[in-house]
C-alpha cells in the first residue's frame, strides 16, 4: 500500500447549502461562513485506498512499527489527513470485539458481540479520536490543548499530552459531575484541571469560549479531526466479523461523536466498495439525557438530506432552557443537553436507517452488571447500549436471528462507586439526587457478605455460597 498523502485532504462545511472547504493545516472547530459543523473530507479518487479491507490484516505481521500496531493507524489509507511523521499514537485501539453468550441471553440474540473500548489505554473509546486530534494538533505546531469533559475526554487528552510530551493540557469538567476514576487520571497524567460551577454543557461552553479567545487547540468532538480517529472502531468490527457487517451496531449517545463516526465510517466504505451493505444503526440515550430521542423519534426530525428543521430544534431547546430542564443520569458520560453533533448523528441514522431509543438508570445498571457477570465489565454509560439492545429486541424491532454489536466505550473501573452501590447498597447511595425516583434493580446484585474473623464462620458462608464445594 503507498503512503498517505496529505493533499488529497481538506475540511468541508457539513451543510450542503453551505459546502465551503479549507486547507487541512487550517483550525476550525466550527464553519467560519455559517456556523455549521466541519467534517475532514478527501479526493478518494485520487487517495491510495485499499481494493480489499483484507489487505489491512498483512499490517498485524509488522506491529514493531507503531502505525500498524495502533488499531487507528493500521487503517491510515481511511483516514489519509497526515503525514506519517506527524501521527501520534500511544498504542490505542487494541480493542476486540467478542461474542458474548450470557449478554446475548440477557439481550435475546444468540449473536451478540461486545466491543470492548474500554481497552484503550486510558480506558475509553476517546483515545481512538485523540489519537487523530493530537496528530493534528502536532501538525499545526500547537503548545498547548484543551477540552471540556464529563471525564474520559479530559482522561483521554491527558495521557496523550503525558505520554508524548508535545502539548501541555487544560480540563474543564463541570463540578461534581464527574466519576472519580475519570479525575483521578487527568490529575496523575498531570492535566491543568478546572472544576468549573455546572455541568458538561456549561463546561463546554467555557472552554469553546476560552480556546477563540487563546487559541489553544480545543480537542472536543467538534474537532473534526478528532471523530476521523473514531471511525477506527467500526474497521476493527468489521474485522472482527471477517469484514462481513453486522445486522447491528449499538452504541450509546451523549454528545453525538462516536455515532456521527461510525456513520462516517460507514458511508465512505460503502462508497468505496469495500463493504455491500450498511448495518442498522441504534443509539442509545439515557432516559434523563434524551434530546436526540426527543427530536428523532418523537418530533420526527431527520437529516433529510442536510435541509433539516432547523426551527424545530431550536424550539426544542428554546423549550429546554425555559423550563429550565437539565440532563440528569447515573451514566454521567452521556449527561449531555445539547449534542454538539446532532446533525452529523441525524446523517449517520439516515444512511444506517437508525433508531434511537431510552433505557432508564435501573436498566442501564442491571445491564451493566450482566455485562460484568459475563466479561470484562464497563461503565454505566457503556451498558447504555446492552440495556437499549435488550428494548429493541423485545420490541421486535431487533430479531431473535440478528448480529448485534454492542459498543462497550469505557472501562468497569472508571466508575467503581456506581458499581459497588449497585450490588451493596440502596441505589441513593449512588446519586443522593437520585433518592425517591424509584430507582429499583431488577438483577441480582452480588452483595459482598460480611463474617466476623473466625474459621467457622468463614466456613458455614462457604457452604450457603457453595454447597457443593
Ligand atoms: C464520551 C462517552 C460516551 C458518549 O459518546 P459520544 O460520542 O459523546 O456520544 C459514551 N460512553 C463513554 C464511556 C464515554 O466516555
Ligand atoms: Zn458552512
Keep these: 500500500m503507498a503512503s498517505l498523502r496529505t493533499e488529497v485532504s481538506f475540511q468541508r462545511c457539513i451543510s450542503p447549502r453551505c459546502g465551503a472547504t479549507f486547507d487541512v493545516c487550517e483550525v476550525h472547530t466550527a464553519c467560519p461562513h455559517c456556523g455549521g459543523l466541519l467534517d475532514v473530507d478527501y479526493d478518494w479518487d485520487r487517495a491510495a485506498v485499499p481494493g480489499s479491507l483484507r489487505e489491512f490484516e498483512q499490517r498485524w505481521a509488522d506491529r514493531r512499527d507503531p502505525l500498524n500496531f495502533s488499531g487507528v493507524w493500521r487503517f491510515r489509507e481511511l483516514l489519509p489527513f497526515a503525514p506519517p511523521q506527524s501521527v501520534v499514537t500511544i498504542g490505542e485501539g487494541q480493542t476486540i470485539l467478542q461474542p458474548n453468550e450470557a449478554v446475548g441471553r440477557y439481550v435475546g440474540t444468540r449473536r451478540l458481540y461486545l466491543q470492548y473500548e474500554g481497552l484503550n489505554p486510558s480506558g475509553s473509546f476517546k483515545d481512538n479520536g485523540m489519537t487523530a486530534a493530537s496528530t493534528h494538533a502536532r501538525m499545526i505546531g500547537a503548545r498547548l490543548a484543551a477540552c471540556a469533559s464529563t471525564g474520559n475526554t479530559s482522561a483521554s487528552l491527558a495521557i496523550f499530552a503525558s505520554t508524548t510530551r ?33 455541568d458538561f454543557d456549561d463546561a463546554l461552553a467555557r472552554v469553546r469560549e476560552v480556546c477563540r479567545r487563546e487559541r489553544i487547540y480545543l480537542c472536543n468532538s467538534v474537532n473534526p479531526f478528532r471523530l476521523e480517529g473514531q471511525k477506527a472502531t467500526v474497521y476493527r468490527i468489521l474485522e472482527g466479523l471477517n469484514w462481513q457487517p453486522p445486522d447491528w451496531i449499538v452504541v450509546p449517545g451523549g454528545n453525538l461523536g462516536n455515532s456521527s463516526a461510525f456513520g462516517k465510517a460507514l458511508i465512505e ?22 434530546t ?41 458520560a452521556i449527561e449531555i443537553n445539547r449534542p454538539v453533533n446532532l446533525l452529523k448523528c ?24 450482566c455485562v460484568g457477570a459475563g466479561g470484562f ?15 429493541l429486541r423485545s420490541e421486535g424491532v431487533i430479531a431473535a436471528e440478528d448480529s448485534v454489536v454492542c459498543v462497550l466505550t469505557g472501562h468497569q473501573l472508571k466508575d467503581p462507586q456506581a458499581t459497588v452501590a449497585y450490588h451493596s447498597s440502596a441505589p441513593d447511595a449512588i ?37 457443593d464445594a
Design 166 to 198: 508535545l502539548f501541555r493540557v487544560v480540563v474543564f469538567v463541570g463540578s461534581g459531575r464527574i466519576a472519580f476514576g475519570k479525575l483521578s487520571q487527568a490529575l496523575d497524567y498531570g492535566a491543568l484541571t478546572l472544576q468549573i460551577e455546572g
Design 269 to 290: 466504505l460503502k462508497r468505496l466498495q469495500l463493504i455491500d451493505r450498511l448495518p442498522r444503526l441504534a443509539v442509545i440515550n439515557a432516559a434523563g439525557a434524551a
Design 292 to 332: 436526540l430521542f426527543d427530536l428523532y423519534e418523537t418530533h420526527g426530525v431527520r437529516w433529510n438530506g442536510g435541509n433539516c428543521d432547523q426551527h424545530r430544534i431550536a424550539a426544542y431547546f428554546e423549550e429546554m432552557d425555559r423550563q429550565g430542564r437539565r440532563a440528569r443520569t447515573l451514566a454521567s
Design 346 to 369: 441525524l446523517r449517520a441514522l439516515e444512511a444506517c436507517d437508525g433508531v434511537v431509543r431510552t433505557v432508564t438508570d435501573e436498566e442501564i445498571l442491571d445491564a451493566k452488571a
Design 377 to 391: 465489565g464497563c461503565e454505566p454509560a457503556s451498558a447504555a447500549a446492552v440495556a437499549g439492545a435488550r428494548r
Design 431 to 467: 446519586d443522593p439526587a437520585l433518592a425517591g425516583r424509584g430507582i429499583r434493580r431488577v438483577g441480582h446484585p452480588n452483595r459482598p457478605v460480611t463474617v466476623p474473623n473466625d474459621l467457622e464462620a468463614i466456613l458455614a458462608a462457604l457452604t450457603r455460597f457453595a454447597p
